[in-house]
């Protein structure tokens, strides 16, 4: 005979409720940033963009002088000074650039953990992992740190070392330098000093996002989000295997894609440069030469090398760069459905991948654009000066091209700032109709 059942207490019962109350009301949340948050991180991906497309021109800067006598030889002095005299440029461009990423990154990651540990956001809306990894993987006064040190440095070097030693006593340089000098290296003493109360402020900020949702909540998180999608409508098990098909052979066949051309890319460069090398052993010496039979070699190795880089460079173009087209069109299926009443089924993950991407398609041409600018900045700076190119190509229109790049800049800056606000909202809403979970774009 069973034993008789024994009632639970309604204080028990009431505990109980509330408690899958509770379980039930986790779920993933973006922070849709305010207008200081969004001109921050819109500035700084900005500034990213610029930095990026600095360095790689600074590379190809530096490739130019290694082989440029080889391509161009009858340029060959015409080239090298074009290089010296656009280096420093170069290093001005590099330098603002630097000098804008590092505070507006750190401002951008403060004013997120600010924004997470505000009081009116509840422990159960659980912020994503991109917005827990940068809080948790960050040290903002630390970076501000460093770039203070290394301009405390820069500073003191060039105002007690290089304006003494290296000017002379009438040269005009030498007083606004170590005024300039001083100016900075007092600036970069300030700002250390003001970085400890920073420090505590993001310690605590940090820790707090920490303690408010850790693995426990992110758990709990993903079982509710998973609970609300098994009752969102379903795809046909047949097309959705199918999808899952088409999704694995595409992943597999990008891999071997990116392989294949990262193995011709990298052998054409050899080749090329092992040809070069030979034709050319000393940088101010006579060419070596090797024969009928070697000179042969060498111009197969030189032609075969170039054309195999350059085809892995425009094969990578046209696969990684020009759109998908069933892809555009996936994602502006699921774009639609989002603003619909009835969003259905949700898309597949690789569509659902790039909704939460952080930039919308405008916003990658911007900082597409960001990117060619820091690129080609400071060839047109040393243009306008009579400097660099200018002396390879005079006549050409440099103080125009240089007010184009600047209202390009302008723009694609705004449009990156408008794209923020935009974009989270975007992830807000996918996160809440198709609770997709901790799922990153």
Do not use: K
């Not at 002095?77 to 170069?90: C, I, L, N, P, Y």
């Not at 790039?354 to 919308?360: A, D, F, I, M, R």
């Amino acid at each position: 005979m069973p034993p008789p059942r024994v009632d639970r207490p309604p204080r028990d019962r009431d505990g109980r409720a509330r408690h899958r109350r509770e379980r039930d009301a986790y779920r993933f949340v973006e922070l849709v940033p305010g207008t200081r948050l969004a001109v921050c991180d819109g500035l700084a991906t900005a500034s990213g963009a610029l930095l990026a497309g600095a360095v790689a021109g600074f590379l190809l800067l530096l490739g130019a002088a290694l082989v440029g006598a080889e391509v161009l030889p009858s340029w060959e002095h015409e080239a090298d000074e074009a290089v010296r005299t656009t280096v420093g440029w170069w290093v001005l461009t590099l330098l603002v650039a630097v000098l804008a990423v590092v505070p507006l990154r750190a401002a951008t990651t403060l004013a997120v953990a600010s924004a997470l540990t505000a009081a009116d956001r509840p422990r159960t809306d659980v912020p994503p992992l991109p917005l827990r990894r940068r809080v948790a993987g960050s040290n903002p006064p630390g970076a501000v740190a460093g770039l203070a040190w290394t301009v405390l440095a820069v500073a003191v070097v060039a105002g007690a070392v290089v304006a003494p030693l290296a000017m002379g006593p009438g040269d005009a340089e030498r007083a606004p330098t170590v005024v300039v000098s001083a100016v900075v290296g007092a600036a970069a003493v300030v700002g250390l000093v003001a970085l400890r109360a920073l420090r505590s402020r993001w310690t605590a900020a940090r820790d707090a996002v920490r303690s408010t949702w850790g693995p426990n909540e992110v758990r709990a998180a993903e079982a509710a989000e998973r609970r609300r999608r098994a009752a969102l409508p379903r795809t046909a098990p047949a097309a959705e295997a199918r999808r899952e098909v088409r999704s694995g052979s595409s992943v597999r066949r990008r891999d071997r894609v990116t392989t294949a051309l990262g193995v011709a890319g990298g052998v054409g460069f050899v080749l090329f440069l092992v040809g070069v090398t030979m034709r050319h052993p000393r940088r101010r010496g006579p060419d070596a030469h090797y024969g009928p039979v070697g000179e042969t070699a060498i111009d197969v190795l030189v032609g075969a090398g170039g054309a195999l880089l350059g085809a892995a460079l425009l094969a990578g173009a046209l696969w990684f760069v020009l759109p998908n087209r069933r892809r555009a069109r996936q994602r502006r299926e699921a774009l639609a459905r989002l603003r619909s009443p009835d969003p259905g089924p949700p898309p597949a993950d690789d569509v659902v991948r790039e909704l939460l991407s952080p930039w919308s398609g405008g916003a990658a041409g911007a900082i597409g654009v960001l990117a060619v600018t820091g690129l080609v900045a400071p060839s047109v700076l040393a243009g306008v000066r009579g400097e660099g190119v200018a002396l390879v190509a005079p006549g050409a229109p440099y103080g125009p091209v240089g007010v184009v790049l600047l209202v390009a800049a302008v723009a694609a800056a705004a449009v990156l700032v408008d794209d923020v606000g935009r974009s989270a909202r975007r992830r807000a809403r996918v996160r809440a109709r198709w609770h997709v979970g901790d799922a990153t774009g």
